[in-house]
């Protein structure tokens, strides 16, 4: 059993699209986390919500909105897509708020804009 | 503000030498540490953390890190580095009292036969 699973692994979309990435854990965790990976590997946190209620929310274009309908699910919206909106999004989750036993991340999301 | 450096992008070495990686991080009080591994096309797979304790820390794939206090450093080590370890490496810092990670740039390895 996947213990974080994203839904799609690729996706291929036109500028001003919008679009739709979906993530669901099976491990019992509180929390979950949105990240975007760039094309020089560097992550940032989008977004983070702890038992369905939004914790972190980075300067993100609001573009991009997340859902999550039980601690279970985290999904995440992106309206009229850009080109730099190109990336791998990780879905991630971890025990509690504070995560200090660490992440346990999704196999990811390749974003590509034309 | 707080920020973590890996210094080294690459880091080439041969299949059964030693491996070192090096982490720095800025942060005014102890933050929780992490090292992660990202194989091409996959997620981050979690290989050690330390938030208190004894300072040398043994994680899975025979992985061992060793919190610096004084030097701000969190190194990834292996004594014997094997093919499949070629990968990119993470570290990552968590902000107590803010829920929120940072990660470095990477490193990445590349493993000679």
């Known amino acids: 059993d996947t213990a974080v699973s994203q839904t799609p692994k690729y996706l291929v979309t036109q500028m001003g699209n919008d679009k739709s990435i979906k993530c669901e854990q099976n491990?019992?965790?509180?929390?979950m986390y949105w990240y975007k990976q760039d094309s020089k590997k560097f992550l940032k946190i989008m977004f983070s919500?702890?038992?369905?209620?939004?914790?972190i929310n980075e300067t993100v274009p609001n573009r991009f909105s997340p859902k999550s309908p039980d601690k279970a699910h985290l999904n995440l919206h992106i309206n009229s897509l850009e080109l730099g909106d190109s990336a791998v999004y990780f879905c991630?989750?971890?025990?509690?708020?504070?995560?200090?036993?660490?992440?346990?991340f999704g196999s990811g999301t390749r974003l590509t804009v034309v | 503000a707080q920020s973590v450096t890996q210094p080294d992008i690459h880091i080439t070495v041969s299949e059964g030498a030693s491996l070192e990686l090096r982490c720095n991080y800025s942060?005014?009080?102890?933050?929780?540490l992490f090292w992660y591994v990202q194989s091409p096309g996959q997620g981050l797979q979690l290989l050690l953390k330390?938030?208190?304790?004894?300072?040398l820390v043994q994680g899975i794939k025979g992985f061992e890190a060793e919190f610096k206090r004084s030097q701000s450093s969190f190194n990834l080590r292996k004594p014997s580095v094997h093919w499949s370890d070629a990968a990119e490496y993470f570290c990552?810092?968590?902000?107590?009292?803010?829920?929120?990670?940072?990660f470095g740039t990477g490193t990445r390895l590349k493993v000679l036969a």
């Open positions: 991630a989750s971890s025990q509690d708020v504070v995560g200090v036993e660490g992440y346990t």
């Open positions: 491990l019992g965790h509180d929390t």
């Open positions: 919500y702890n038992n369905k209620e939004l914790i």
């Open positions: 942060y005014g009080a102890t933050p929780y």
């Open positions: 330390y938030f208190s304790g004894d300072t």
């Open positions: 990552a810092v968590g902000l107590s009292g803010t829920y929120k990670y940072i």
